[in-house]
């Protein structure tokens, strides 16, 4: 009786433990598997036309809408110049934190910040 | 007895696997052709078929009103502001009960706010709208064209009869504009019906018109943020202030982003109806309200109005604002600071 007693706690210590190292290792890949830095979406005519990580510095234009320019820069991302009469894109200047966004009406174009940390904002206004 | 100890501390995880799943996830939806804003849903809901439905409802509401409140577009079968002010100084045309009750609501919001919110600004806003779409030759509208132009904005030429659900424009001048009003007024509508559907979690945020619906179903939390933009853009936060809300509307409006240049000097959207220029007592006023048609017209008026006037309105309606002056220092009501989360008298 004795014996069989502690046989299931053995068991039920290398369960605990294996339940442990199973837990820090699931832990491990979530936190490594998740994007380092920030992402943003940009958006044509209401459809996500490219997702781009803002850890690397580049200015470049979107093929369907060649006379937009974007800028990103040090983490951040914005409309560098674009054609369009009211200028309130590039005015909006640089964007960086998730909930912000940068909008071209005349082009219908919008970049947004991404993320899907819940302590994140819900709205920037 | 150990053997079933073990089984529950496999069980364990597995329940917790099974209590996320049955969590309402969050969910987004976008659209830029409305009301010249770009407007943003989020929700918290069980399912994502679930969320398109709330989405659905909301979009079409906003729908409904932006072609309601048009100025330049004709839509078969509606009469829409467009119809009444292309028939100004005729005689009275039969309309919805949704646009009627919208006109009368806008005579009340002259009334509430001395006249700083003015739906028939139309020839007013029209000469600044001509300046600001010239790109490359910007000038501002001449002293003698908007005195002229003031002289068409008389509130009392919006004539409406109850009886027969009628509009008429008295002055052949005159013309309506929903600017100041519509956004706030959709966003409500919206948030509404999609409430009566029954969305409970979620966040309608129509171009700085924000609506809280509930609060958000997630875990640790019991309200919405909203970060208030920093005015100036050269500021290293672009945020000026962080508020925690639930089930209540917010509304900003600010001189930043939407203006044109001339000779140095920036010209901003918002206009004063006594002067018929740009109003410049603040960079932002932000108003907090349960209701988004209220909140829209107080940002415009508290705008507009010197801050002890503004504060007497917004005490009326039990408004919580926050006022950023032009050298960015602040007032706010007591409501507002204790919703802030980073301001401190």
Redesign the interface.
């Known amino acids: 009786m004795n014996n069989h007693?502690k046989f299931?706690?053995k068991?039920?210590l290398l369960?605990?433990g294996g339940?442990c190292v199973l837990a820090l290792i699931l832990l491990l890949v979530v936190t490594l598997s998740s994007p380092k830095g920030t992402t943003a979406q940009i958006?044509l005519?209401?459809v996500c036309v490219m997702t781009c990580d803002l850890s690397e510095d580049s200015i470049f234009q979107i093929d369907q809408a060649p006379e937009v320019t974007f800028q990103i820069q040090d983490g951040k991302i914005r409309f560098l110049s674009s054609d369009c009469?009211?200028?309130?894109c590039v005015?909006?200047?640089f964007?960086?934190?998730a909930?912000?966004?940068a909008?071209c009406?005349p082009h219908?174009l919008?970049v947004?910040i991404i993320s899907d940390s819940?302590s994140?904002?819900?709205?920037?206004? | 007895m150990?053997?079933r100890?073990?089984i529950v501390?496999?069980l364990l995880?597995l329940l917790g696997f099974a209590a996320t799943g049955c969590q309402a996830q969050?969910y987004e939806a976008?659209?830029?052709?409305l009301f010249?804003?770009?407007t943003?849903i989020?929700g918290y809901t069980m399912s994502e078929d679930e969320f398109s439905d709330y989405a659905a409802v909301i979009y079409d509401t906003m729908l409904y009103y932006h072609q309601l409140f048009d100025i330049y577009h004709e839509y078969e079968g509606i009469v829409n502001l467009k119809t009444i002010n292309d028939n100004a100084g005729g005689s009275p045309i039969v309309v919805s009960q949704d646009l009627f009750d919208f006109l009368q609501w806008a005579k009340e919001a002259y009334s509430i706010t001395s006249g700083s919110v003015n739906v028939a600004l139309g020839p007013v806003l029209r000469l600044w709208e001509d300046c600001?779409?010239?790109?490359e030759s910007a000038s501002i509208p001449d002293a003698a064209s908007l005195s002229e132009a003031l002289l068409h904005t008389h509130i009392d030429a919006l004539i409406l009869d109850p009886s027969t659900c009628t509009v008429c424009l008295s002055d052949p001048e005159a013309s309506l504009d929903a600017g100041a009003l519509a956004k706030g007024y959709a966003v409500e509508a919206a948030a509404k019906r999609a409430r009566d559907a029954g969305f409970t979690s979620g966040?309608i945020?129509a171009g700085?018109n924000?609506r809280?619906i509930g609060t958000?179903q997630?875990r640790?939390?019991n309200a919405?943020?909203?970060?208030?933009?920093n005015p100036d853009?050269t500021a290293e936060n672009?945020?000026f202030d962080?508020i925690q809300v639930s089930d209540l509307s917010?509304?900003?409006s600010g001189d930043?982003?939407?203006?044109?240049i001339v000779d140095g000097t920036r010209y901003h959207h918002i206009l004063d109806p006594t002067t018929a220029m740009p109003a410049d007592r603040f960079r932002s006023v932000?108003v907090i309200h349960a209701d988004s048609k209220i909140a829209d017209m107080l940002s415009t008026a508290l705008f507009i109005l010197p801050y002890e006037e503004g504060l007497s309105l917004a005490n009326s309606y039990e408004a919580e604002v926050l006022w950023i002056f032009g050298d960015l220092t602040w007032e706010a009501t007591e409501g507002y600071k204790a919703m802030s989360q980073t301001l401190t008298p």
């Open positions: 007693r299931f706690k068991t039920d369960l605990i339940l958006y005519h209401d009469p009211d200028q309130v005015r909006t200047g964007i960086s934190l909930g912000q966004t909008v009406l219908r919008v947004r819940p994140d904002l819900d709205v920037i206004i | 150990n053997t100890i073990s501390l496999l995880p969050k976008s659209f830029s052709d010249d804003t770009y943003t989020t600001r779409t010239k790109a966040v945020n700085g924000v809280c958000p997630v640790h939390r919405f943020s909203i970060g208030i933009q853009e672009p945020l962080t917010i509304v900003t930043y982003q939407r203006y044109f932000t």
